[in-house]
């Protein structure tokens, strides 16, 4: 609880801002304030749409739905996650 240890970000704080992007820190075990865990409901879901034959092409398909949520939907999971912050 010493000030120089709460002021200290941590090393994957500072290697994150680093790299110019923003680490928020979100609450654990709480899927409504996670957007990362919208985004993984997004593509389990479409990744169960498709019928797959063959180990291949289950992790073909896997990866093709990792990178094919839209930008925009990722935007509205982050604003939806905001939402639910603020309640709080």
């Not at 389990?44 to 939907?73: H, I, M, N, S, W």
């Amino acid at each position: 609880q010493q000030d120089d240890f709460i002021n200290q970000p941590s090393m994957l704080e500072e290697l994150i801002t680093q790299k110019g992007h923003y680490c928020l820190f979100l609450l654990k075990f709480h899927c409504e304030l996670n957007p990362i865990e919208m985004y993984w409901g997004w593509v389990k879901y479409q990744y169960r749409e498709v019928a797959k034959k063959t180990f291949k092409g289950a992790k073909d398909a896997a990866f093709q739905y990792l990178d094919a949520c839209p930008v925009e939907v990722i935007q509205q999971f982050i604003h939806h996650s905001f939402q639910f912050m603020s309640a709080y």
